[in-house]
Nanobody, 119 residues
Framework: QVQLVESGGGLVQAGGSLRLSCAAS????????MGWYRQAPGEQRELVAV???????NYADSVKGRFTISIDNAKNTVYLQMNSLKPEDTAVYYC?????????????WGQGTQVTVSS
């Protein structure tokens, strides 16, 4: 069980930057993976970035080179630094924590934070 609270969303002009934060209710080193997903109206939720317990990262092709996921274990917080934002990045961004136990995966989600990028 992990509770997640996102923050840092808002309105930004194209080309600008935002830093999203996800505060977890437990030590995140015990989590198999932490990630950021996003969902635009009428679209499916998609993976943006993920970091595994082995500190491996993966990014969606659409954000590679622009976004960076990082963690601060002392603060139990995951960050998503978003640079060179585009209007296409507009979505609700959700923090995700995944626990894998005996081949069963459990996902926990934050409530989401809105990111709006204007042209």
């Amino acid at each position: 069980q992990v509770q997640l609270v996102e923050s840092g969303g808002g309105l930004v002009q194209a080309g600008g930057s935002l830093r999203l934060s996800c505060a977890a209710s437990r030590s995140i080193f015990s989590v198999n993976a932490m990630g950021w997903y996003r969902q635009a109206p009428g679209e499916q939720r998609e993976l943006v970035a993920v970091v595994t317990s082995g500190s491996k990262t993966n990014y969606a092709d659409s954000v590679k080179g622009r976004f960076t996921i990082s963690i601060d274990n002392a603060k139990n917080t995951v960050y998503l630094q978003m640079n060179s934002l585009k209007p296409e990045d507009t979505a609700v961004y959700y923090c995700n924590a995944r626990l894998t136990v005996v081949a069963l995966e459990y996902d926990y989600w934050g409530q989401g934070t809105q990111v709006t990028v204007s042209s």
